[in-house]
């Protein structure tokens, strides 16, 4: 099973961002998108920003994995 996490881009390097993914900062490889600007949302996949996202649809995705995290530490 694949996992890819929405985050949110707070700086732009070449060929790199660095994106907040709840609260963490990772450094993710841009070279698979086009146009990313410091403020839009991606979805980061093994270390790649693999897809722009809707912010809205971003921070209800983040919103499920916060519940999902609160429930199992329950």
């Known amino acids: 099973?694949?996992?890819?996490?929405?985050?949110?881009?707070?700086?732009?390097?070449?060929?790199?961002?660095?994106?907040?993914?709840?609260?963490?900062e990772r450094e993710a490889s841009t070279e698979l998108l086009?146009?990313?600007?410091v403020g839009d949302y991606v979805l980061v996949h093994a270390g790649?920003?693999?897809?722009?996202?809707?912010?809205q649809e971003a921070l209800d995705t983040i919103r499920m994995f916060e519940?999902?995290?609160d429930i199992v530490h329950e």
């Open 1 to 24: 099973m694949c996992l890819a996490i929405p985050g949110k881009v707070v700086k732009i390097t070449e060929k790199t961002c660095v994106v907040d993914i709840m609260g963490a």
């Open 67 to 69: 519940e999902m995290k």
């Open 48 to 55: 790649c920003a693999i897809q722009k996202m809707d912010e």
């Open 34 to 37: 086009d146009g990313v600007k």
